[in-house]
């Protein structure tokens, strides 16, 4: 079955230090989307990815779909303390249903 | 997402007691989830519905049941809890455009089962 693997399960970084996760599917994706939690609050929609090797930015933030359609990154550049949460992969292999990556917990230190 | 809302958001029972969280939604999807987090982990789901007629197990719905009262409510029951059940608990509804499925989560509700 459809299996989403996520890396790595935490990181701490100094603040202004750079970050990435990697989700990796098993299969092929019809699309891939990424959300954020903050501590103490709920999953929030980031982007959504759809094209092999599309590549989107939002500010410091760049997302990127491999060609393969089989794995995507998201890197953090010059992470600030707002930064702090829980970035979640979710795959989809077209139709229902979407699958959440176990997620990424970056800590920033000040 | 305040179109999204979750009651109670905080829950403390005794195990073998019946509790019900409900979920409400102003966004108008058809689609609705309800999720289960653990510490640590990420989103588990535990049911889906794609409409009021039609309701789907997901990863881990065995101890739980759900009810599609109408398009913009969707209500997961914990028929006998038990302390293994204790976790943050996340609805979130979606409407299939374009292939997408994009979700939009409540605030969650913590529920502590003792």
């Known amino acids: 079955g459809q299996q989403v693997m996520q890396i790595p399960q935490y990181q701490h970084v100094q603040e202004g230090e750079d970050f990435t996760t990697y989700c990796n599917s098993s299969t092929t994706l019809s699309n891939i989307q990424w959300y954020k939690q903050r501590p103490g609050g709920h999953p929030v929609f980031l982007i959504q990815l759809v094209k092999s090797g599309e590549v989107k930015k939002q500010k410091r933030l760049t997302f990127q779909f491999g060609e393969a359609k089989k794995n995507s990154s998201l890197h953090i550049t010059a992470t600030q303390t707002t930064d702090v949460g829980t970035y979640f992969c979710?795959?989809?292999?077209?139709?229902?249903?979407?699958?959440f990556g176990a997620g990424t917990r970056l800590f920033v230190k000040a | 997402d305040a179109d999204v809302t979750q009651t109670p958001r905080n829950r403390i029972t005794k195990t073998g007691k019946r509790i019900m969280l409900e979920c409400s939604q102003t966004?108008?999807?058809?689609?609705m989830y309800w999720y289960r987090q653990d510490p640590g982990l990420g989103l588990q789901l535990i049911y889906y519905s794609f409409d009021v007629k039609d309701i789907n197990k997901g990863e881990i719905s065995d101890g739980y049941s759900v009810s599609r009262q109408a398009q913009a409510k969707f209500s997961l029951s914990l028929e006998s809890a038990i302390p293994n059940q204790t976790a943050l608990y996340f609805c979130?509804?979606?409407?299939?455009?374009?292939?997408?499925?994009?979700?939009?989560f409540g605030p969650g509700t913590r529920l502590t089962v003792l």
């Open positions: 979130a509804t979606s409407a299939m455009t374009d292939s997408t499925d994009t979700q939009y």
């Open positions: 966004k108008g999807h058809d689609r």
């Open positions: 979710a795959v989809n292999t077209g139709g229902f249903k979407t699958i």
